[in-house]
């Protein structure tokens, strides 16, 4: 009989040595296995952890074409699963598979879920993450969007724009860190320089670790940047600071110099167009006429 098999003969007995077991396939290649078992479990050449401290919650099976779900938490461990290595999106869409094991026999188990992490939360030293079934791809828009503002992700292939260039990145010494308020400053002429809210919507990335820019602020003799999340930082570390796109014709073309590969539709009729009519009017754009 396969493994399966065993398994559910196992399960038909009542009486039974069943664990849970998750393994982890990051994008890099490094395969992690956990188990909520009193012992490490070994098969398939992984050992499953049974230190870790990651549970999981229950799994939302469906019929047909509908996503299943769930969610798993656990301690952020160096050893383990790391926060710097959430903070580099190591485990951004990492393939996750659950199983069920028999525990004194691990041979004989079953694939309880198979799928894909989500978004990862981290407070107080502890991760949850959410656990997205194989059907997840079926929910996300397939095809080209026509709209106003560009739909490329900024520096794509289909983007083109030099992020590395002299007028979208900056880099400097951190003079200021506040990390409950995600703030950090910068103090050298060359940042000063750019102009106001530049950064918004870029990234800053310091010692490999990247986060989103929140807000852009200039002051007089600095320059404070908020961010979307944590980011670990120490005074003096070197930031990588690139600018953010707001998606308008007009940002591509004045900021990045980009306008060739604009891939938005500026001049597109809004809805309201099909509603006009025709009048004598000068102005007709809503407002009222002193």
Known sequence: MSGRDDFLSHLATGATQVARAWKIMRKDGVVLGFTDHDRNLHFDGVTFRADSGLSAGALAQETGLSVDNGFAIGALRDDVIAEADIARGLYDGAEVTAYLVRWDAPEARMVQFKGHMGEITRKAGQFEVELRGLSEALNQSRGRAYGRDCDAVLGDLRCRADLDAPSVRAE?????????????????????????????????????????????????????????????????????????????????RDKFDNLLNFQGFPDIPGEDWQMSYP??????????RR
């Open 172 to 252: 400097a010494p951190v003079r200021f860190v506040d990390q409950e308020a995600r703030i950090l400053r910068f103090e050298t002429f060359e940042v000063l320089a750019f102009p106001l809210a530049h950064f918004e919507r870029g990234t800053v990335e310091i010692a490999g670790a990247r986060a989103l820019i929140k807000l852009d602020q200039r002051f007089a003799t600095y320059r404070q940047i908020t961010l979307w999340s944590d980011l670990e930082a120490d005074l003096g570390q070197n930031a990588i600071l690139r600018a953010g796109c707001d998606k308008r014709w007009t940002t591509c």
């Open 279 to 288: 009048a004598r009017a000068e102005y007709r754009n809503g407002g009222s």
